[in-house]
C-alpha cells in the first residue's frame, strides 16, 4: 500500500506486488510490431511484474531481442484476425493467441490478459475460457471516458444487447469498484444514462434500473442525459450496448471530425501555419485532454481475472498504457471485489424481498422488462 | 412548383403558394422578445404566408408594433411554463398559447405551428389536438443533424421509449419524407443506426427493425454505427427514442465543450488573441458548419399537420429558420405524402404476408419484440 503506481489516466495508490500479465502478443491492426514494444515498456518500468508474450516466438524474438528476465514468450501458433467472424475463428483456431492467453489467466499462470485484437473474439474467448464470476450473468464491457479533469467510466458499450434492469444494476456496481479501484475515485458518484434527468423518464428498462439503483446502496446520484456526459456529474455512467457503443463510437467520429476541421484551418496558407505556431501551447492543452491513449483500453468487467481490450489500431504507447491497466486491475483484486460485492447485493435483495413491511423494496422482477 | 424557397439547411425546390402558420408566440426561454421577431421576419420575407401569432395580444403588439398585413393576433392567456409537468399543465392551462395553436391547425385554420416551448407539452398538445395521421402508430421527433456538406435526418430523438420495430420502420418512412421534401435530397439513403454495419448485431428490436427495412421499398442501404453518422453515409437514420435523444443532447454537450476549449485558448494571452485574429475566415467557415440554428427545430413527423419544435433557447434567427422549416413542411404536403405512404406500406405488408411462396416475406410480429 506504499509505492503510487500510476493508472491509465489518474493515479490512485496501489499495492506494489507484481502481477502476471499475458499480452496477446499477434492482435490489433499492428500486430507484434505494437505490441511487443508497449509490453516491454511495462515490463521495464514495472520489474515486479511478470510480462507473458503469446504468440509465434521467431516474430516476438525478432521485434524483442534479448528478453528482460521478467518477460516470457508462451507459444501460440494462430492469431485471429481482425475481419473474421469471432465465434466461427475461436472454434477453428484452437491455437489462436487470445485463447492460449485466456487459457494463461484460467489455468493461474497469469492474474491478467491485454488484447488489440478483434473484440468480438477477445470477449467471446475470455467468457469461454476465463469463465464468468459467481453471481454475474453478463460480463461487461466499459471505457474511461475523457472529459476536462478526471475520466468517467462508461458501461456497457457493446457486450451485451438485451441486457435486463438487473444486468444494468450489476453493471453499475462492477463499474464503480473499477473507478475506486483502478481510475482512483473513492465513492464514485454513479448515474444512469437517460432522456432526461427526471427519475419518471427514459424506457422501461430505464425506469426499472432506476429502482433497482435507488435501493442498492452505491452512491446512485440519478440519471443524467447525454449532454451531462461532458459535464463532471458522475464518475459511472451505466447505460445499455446499444447506447453505449453508439456514445463511444460518436465522440470518437465527432471529435475527430472536428480535430480535422481546425487542423485543415491551421494547414491552410501562411495565417493558418502562423496561428498554429502562435496556439502551439494551447494545442498541446487540448490534446491531452482528449489523450484517450492513456485509458488504455476497456476491461472487461465481470470475469475471472483482468481482462483489458484496448484499440484494435492501439500504438505501442496506448499498449503500454493498456498493460498498465491490466496490472492495476489484477492487483487492486478488482475481479474479487466485484465477485463479494456481487455476492452481498444478491443477499441484501434476498433479505429485502422477505421483508414484508411497507417499507421493503421491491422485489426484483427481470421478466417484466428483459 | 416554381420558385425555389431555401428550406432550414438546403434548398430544394417547393411550390411556393401560400400556407399558414400559427406561431406559440409565448413559449421558449425568451418567450415573446425573440419569437415574435422571428415570426414576422417570417411573414415579412414570405409576403404569400399568413403568420398567426398566439398569445397575450398586448405583449405581442407591444414588440410587433405595427402588423405586416399577412400577421395577425390570435388570443390566448395562459402560457405552459419550461419547469411545469406537461400533462398536468396541459389538463390545468386550457387557453394556453400552443393548445389555442395546435387548435387552429386541428380546425383547418392553420396548416403548421412552431413553438419555442417546452417539448414534452408540445409533443403531447400536437398528438392529442392535432392528431395522428391515419396508419401512424406512434408521431416521432425528429432533427436535421450538421455535419460536413447536406445535413442528415436523424430520429426519434425522444417522442417515444419503447417503441416497436414497427414503430421505427414508420419512423424510416417518415423521416425520408421529410428529407426528400423538406432538406431537398431526392430518394433519401435510410440507415439504422446499431452496434456496427453487420446486419447480425445489435438487440433484438434492431435485428427485426433491419428485416422489416429490408423488406420494404426504401432505399435502404443497411446499419450505421456511432462514428458513421459525422460521415455522409445515409439521409435518414433511423433509432430508438433513448440511444437518439442520448446522441443529439451529446452533439450538443460535446461539441460546446470542444468549442469553449478552443475559445479559451484563442482569449488567453496576446498569442491567443492573434492567432484568432489570423484564424478569424476559418474560424468562420467552422462555425457555418455547426450552425444548427439554420435547421429551425425538430419537426414531429405523423401528425395531421405541420409541426415544428424548436429549440427552447431558440432566439429570432433560429425562430425564422423555423417559420421557414414549417411552412415548406406544410406548402410540400408531407403530413399528406405520410399518410398516403403509410396506406401503400399497409397494404404491401399485408400482401406480403398473404403469399405463400417461399419467397414472401416473414410476417410482421411486433409481440415478439416491443
Not at 528478453?67 to 489462436?96: G, T
Request: one cysteine or more; glycine letters at 10%; a negative charge.
Amino acid at each position: 500500500m506504499s509505492d503510487g503506481i500510476s493508472s491509465g489516466i489518474s493515479a490512485p495508490t496501489v499495492p506494489a506486488h507484481g502481477v502476471r500479465l499475458a499480452v496477446d502478443a499477434m492482435g490489433g491492426d499492428h500486430g507484434p510490431a505494437e505490441v511487443v514494444p508497449g509490453a516491454l515498456d511495462h515490463a521495464r518500468s514495472h520489474p515486479e511484474d511478470q510480462v507473458l508474450l503469446v504468440g509465434d516466438p521467431a516474430r516476438i524474438t525478432a521485434i524483442a531481442g534479448a528478453l528482460p528476465a521478467n518477460v516470457e514468450v508462451v507459444p501460440a501458433s494462430q492469431v485471429i484476425e481482425m475481419h473474421e467472424h469471432p465465434a466461427l475463428a475461436l472454434r477453428e483456431k484452437r491455437d489462436a493467441s487470445i485463447l492460449v492467453g485466456c487459457d494463461l489467466v484460467r489455468n493461474g499462470k497469469a492474474d491478467a490478459i491485454v488484447t488489440a485484437g478483434h473484440t468480438g473474439a477477445a470477449m467471446a474467448a475470455a467468457v469461454l475460457r476465463v469463465g464468468r464470476l459467481p453471481g454475474v450473468d453478463r460480463p461487461a464491457l466499459a471505457v474511461q471516458m475523457v472529459r476536462a479533469g478526471r475520466p468517467f467510466v462508461l458501461l456497457d458499450i457493446g457486450a451485451n444487447p438485451d441486457s435486463s434492469p438487473e444486468n444494468l444494476a450489476q453493471y453499475a456496481r462492477m463499474g464503480a469498484i473499477f473507478a475506486e479501484k483502478v481510475v482512483g475515485i473513492p465513492t464514485p458518484r454513479v448515474a444512469l444514462l437517460s432522456i432526461g434527468e427526471e427519475k419518471g423518464k427514459g424506457d422501461l428498462r430505464i425506469q426499472r434500473t432506476t429502482e433497482l439503483l435507488d435501493a442498492s446502496d452505491l452512491n446512485f446520484v440519478g440519471n443524467v442525459e447525454g449532454k451531462d456526459l461532458v459535464a463532471d456529474m458522475a464518475d459511472v455512467v451505466v447505460t445499455d450496448a446499444v447506447t453505449g457503443n453508439v456514445v463511444i463510437k460518436f465522440f470518437e467520429g465527432l471529435s475527430t471530425f472536428i480535430f480535422d476541421l481546425w487542423r485543415g484551418e491551421f494547414r491552410s496558407g501562411i495565417r493558418g501555419r502562423l496561428a498554429y505556431l502562435l496556439l502551439r501551447p494551447g494545442i498541446g492543452r487540448i490534446r491531452r485532454i482528449f489523450d484517450y491513449e492513456r485509458a488504455g483500453g476497456s476491461p472487461l468487467l465481470g470475469v475471472k481475472g483482468a481482462v483489458i481490450i484496448t484499440h484494435g489500431r492501439a500504438r505501442r504507447r496506448m499498449v503500454g498504457f493498456a498493460c498498465e491497466v491490466a496490472a492495476n486491475t489484477a492487483r487492486t483484486g478488482v475481479p474479487a471485489l466485484i465477485a463479494e460485492a456481487l455476492r452481498e447485493d444478491a443477499a441484501r435483495a434476498a433479505a429485502a424481498s422477505s421483508e414484508s413491511g411497507p417499507d421493503a423494496e421491491a422485489p426484483v422482477d427481470a421478466g417484466a422488462v428483459s
